[in-house]
């Protein structure tokens, strides 16, 4: 019996002590999380309310001994870096976007898709009416089956910055991307109502060890928004709330 005893002890030991050692044993690299511009989500690598995010997020980790190097690239070569594997994390990325390799963490916030149009012309609510339109999208964003299915071979611009101002050029008939908090300050352009609403997210590579890191990503996120962070950190960032305010306000 004492036997018994003391084999059932020892085996629990030495299981406590595997786990340990599997967890601590992916915090001896330095993981790359990159960045995908938006603008004003994550405008660049230290502005913006999710660079803000991954910046405390991280911050916390390297307390518990991770280590990280964040970068940011265009969307086109982020989504390169992640899905051949040379980065760790990505962000911001959108929950049930199956056109992605990896695996989504907590959802974070939602953000929306909509169609730009010059102010001159009416808002467009619907992709159909981009049907023999001359269109543009930002290189390397997710694009709706239903605009894919159009066959209106947008025109592929590297960042929203260069669409608008092509927009703005008269070069194009609408520019069709994700909308941010200040796009409702554009003096000449305006966009319709919301084509798609996604949930954002960091992605992770599909293997054990990026399982044990999403898994401390998702642990320090709760901690941030049980104590405040979160919310102190997204209360300029409400691009959805306002939008359905100020079409509400212009149906009346």
């Known amino acids: ?4 005893i003391g084999t059932i002890i ?14 601590h044993q992916y915090k001896d690299k330095t993981y790359t999380l990159v960045l995908g511009p938006t603008p004003v989500f994550t405008p660049s690598i230290t502005q913006g309310a999710g660079a803000l995010l991954t910046h405390e997020i991280t911050s916390r980790l ?3 001994g991770y280590q990280f190097q964040i970068e ?3 969307w086109a070569r982020a989504n390169h870096l992640f899905n051949s594997g040379k980065a ?13 390799e990896g695996m989504t963490g907590m959802p974070i916030y939602m953000i929306f ?3 730009f149009t010059l102010k001159t012309q009416p808002r467009l609510h619907q992709l159909s009416l981009l049907k023999n339109k001359k269109v543009i999208v930002v290189h390397g964003i997710m694009k709706p089956q239903e605009l894919l299915d159009m066959n209106i071979n947008p025109i592929e611009l590297s960042s929203q910055v260069q669409s608008l ?11 069709y991307g ?19 609403k996604r949930f954002v997210a960091f992605r992770f590579q599909i293997t054990k060890e990026g399982a044990k890191l999403m898994e401390s990503f998702n642990q320090v996120l709760a901690d941030i928004i049980r104590d405040g962070t979160f919310n102190k950190i997204f209360k300029e960032y409400r691009p959805l709330k306002t939008l359905i305010n100020q079409l509400s306000k212009e149906e009346k």
């Open 178 to 196: 994700w909308v941010g908090i200040g796009d409702n300050n554009h003096k000449d352009i305006h966009y319709g109502r919301p084509i798609i």
């Open 72 to 74: 940011m690239y265009p």
């Open 113 to 115: 898709q909509a169609i």
């Open 62 to 64: 390297n307390k518990q």
């Open 88 to 100: 760790d994390v990505l962000f911001p990325e959108l929950i049930q976007d199956d056109s992605q």
């Open 165 to 175: 101002n092509m927009l703005r050029a008269r070069r194009a008939d609408a520019f």
């Open 10 to 23: 020892y085996l629990l030991f030495c299981h406590l002590a595997y786990g340990l050692a599997d967890r």
């Open 1 to 4: 019996m004492k036997f018994l």
